[in-house]
C-alpha cells in the first residue's frame, strides 16, 4: 500500500512562503502523475497543481505565478514552493498520486495564511 506523508503546513501572514513536502513510501518515478489539492472549510476539494511523470504541469489559475510543483526523485519527495500567499489559499492541503488508475492521498497538512 502506498503511502504519503505531508509536511510543511502551518501558519503564515500574507505574503509569506511555505515549502510543503510530500514523502511516498515508493519510487515516485513509478507514478503516472501526482499533484497537490486543497479544500478549505465549507468547499469542496480542488486542484490547485498536477505533474505528470513526463513533467507537464498543470497549475490552477489562482496559483499561477506564486506556486511552483516539483519532484526530488532521490528523497521520492514531491514539493510544493508556495511564495506570496494570501488569506485565501487557507485550507487543508492532500497530495495526491496515481499509478495504474489507482489512486492515493496523503493526511493532509492545514495551511493557515492570516491577513
Request: hydrophobic share 35%.
Amino acid at each position: 500500500q502506498v503511502q504519503l506523508v505531508e509536511s510543511g503546513g502551518g501558519l503564515v501572514q500574507a505574503g509569506g512562503s511555505l515549502r510543503l513536502s510530500c514523502l511516498a513510501s515508493e519510487t515516485i518515478t513509478d507514478f503516472d502523475a501526482m499533484a497537490w489539492y486543497r479544500q478549505a472549510p465549507g468547499k469542496e476539494r480542488e486542484l490547485v497543481v498536477g505533474i505528470m511523470s513526463s513533467g507537464h504541469t498543470n497549475y490552477d489559475d489562482s496559483v499561477k505565478g506564486r506556486f511552483t510543483i516539483s519532484k526530488d526523485n532521490a528523497e521520492n519527495s514531491l514539493v510544493l514552493q508556495m511564495n506570496s500567499l494570501k488569506s485565501e489559499d487557507t485550507a487543508v492541503y492532500y497530495c495526491y498520486a496515481v499509478r495504474a488508475n489507482f489512486e492515493y492521498w496523503g493526511q493532509g497538512t492545514q495551511v493557515t495564511v492570516s491577513a
